[in-house]
């Protein structure tokens, strides 16, 4: 089992920065695969970008490649999203997902994700 805790949502102009943060607990960290997912209102809930158990082989959206960089620190549990230049279709509730232990391939598929964060807002207003 696994838990995950994301931070660092909230409320931006477009062009600005945020960096989100997902707290994993429960299983060697880099025994697996994590990626990020995000659902906007009357959406269904789409890929964004996800990273190896490794950290060195990672896989984007073509919506936010260039502007979003995921990155991942082994020790100490926890994944980023640092997203830059933000625009209001970013707009969104975040979610930090992470595969089976030893699944340490990306997969940009949400089915190949076993556990789910709670979800972080992120609003980018115009």
């Known amino acids: 089992q696994v838990q995950l805790v994301e931070s660092g949502g909230g409320l931006v102009q477009a062009g600005g920065s945020l960096r989100l943060s997902c707290a994993a607990s429960?299983?060697?960290?880099?025994?697996?695969?994590m990626g990020w997912f995000r659902q906007a209102p009357g959406k269904e809930r789409e890929f964004v970008v996800t990273?190896?158990?490794?950290?060195?082989?990672?896989r984007y959206a073509d919506s936010v490649k260039d502007r979003f960089t995921i990155s991942r620190d082994n020790a100490k549990n926890t994944l980023y999203l640092q997203m830059n230049n933000l625009k209001p279709g970013d707009t969104a509730v975040y979610y930090c997902?992470?595969?089976?232990?030893?699944?340490?391939?990306?997969?940009?598929?949400?089915?190949?994700?076993?556990?789910w964060g709670q979800g972080t807002q992120v609003t980018v207003s115009s």
């Open positions: 997902a992470a595969r089976r232990t030893g699944s340490v391939w990306p997969s940009v598929w949400s089915i190949d994700y076993n556990y």
């Open positions: 429960g299983r060697t960290f880099s025994s697996y695969a």
């Open positions: 990273i190896s158990g490794s950290g060195a082989d990672t």
